[in-house]
């Protein structure tokens, strides 16, 4: 959080001087060296923190994904509550984490660098898609929504585990928020993940939610 806020202020009070070039530079190296440190975390987790996919949800009509409980493609189930919202964080902060790498490194470039063609955008958007993917997958058991299983073997997250329903809510409404605002995510994905963010603020009362479906999807509002 850190880092993105000086990102975020240097980028938009700096002048392309070579000063102010130094310091995103450095500001590029500390993020890109976070990324690592995030992977390196996640490489030594032990195995009870590896999600379990138990279902696969089939292909839902466009005009259907706003109120689906699930979005098409896999649905991952967790030993705990805690680890799947742990681990969410984590993929949220690398989402916004590799925004920011892109930014800066457009900007270093020329201050009207198309991002996009920068050589970072495509692990960056390659890694961010993956992290979109999981974090999708996840929220389900987030809403009271766990997939119908034929056999529990007691990894389903119940919502009991850490407080009701509402509580769980919130617990996915940022993950669910950065996705939206995400430039890797495809229109399909950001379409629903904002009709559960709408849910999440008319059915489990969290009118933080609904403030985040109200902001307009760009890489420059992370």
């Known amino acids: 959080a850190d880092l993105h806020a000086k990102i975020k202020h240097i980028l938009t009070e700096a002048d392309h001087t070579p000063s102010d070039i130094k310091q995103v530079l450095e500001l590029v190296r500390k993020a890109k060296g976070l990324e690592q440190e995030f992977k390196a975390w996640e490489a030594a987790l032990p195995k009870n923190w590896q999600y379990t996919t138990t279902a696969w949800i089939d292909a839902v009509e466009y005009e259907d994904l706003e109120t689906a409980k699930a979005f098409p493609g896999r ?102 928020y950065v996705t939206t605002l995400s430039d890797c995510a495809t229109e399909a994905q950001r379409e629903w993940a904002l009709g559960r963010l709408r849910f999440i603020g008319n059915e489990r009362g969290i009118s933080q939610a609904i403030t985040f479906s109200k902001v307009c999807p760009n890489i420059h509002n992370l």
């Not at 993929?91 to 916004?96: L, Q």
């Not at 457009?106 to 992290?131: K, N, T």
Request: proline content about 7%; glycine content about 4%.
């Open 75 to 176: 649905l991952d189930e967790y030993e705990d509550i805690s680890i799947a919202t742990t681990l969410n964080t984590m993929r949220a902060s690398r989402i916004i984490l590799a925004a920011d790498t892109v930014r800066a490194s457009a900007w270093v470039c020329s201050p009207d660098q198309e991002y996009r063609i920068v050589p970072e955008y495509i692990s960056s958007a390659r890694i961010s898609q993956e992290l979109i993917e999981d974090i999708i997958a996840s929220v389900p058991i987030f809403l009271g929504h766990p997939p119908n299983v034929e056999k529990d073997q007691g990894k389903t997250a119940r919502p009991g585990m850490l407080g009701g329903l509402s509580t769980l809510a919130l617990f996915i409404a940022w993950p669910l």
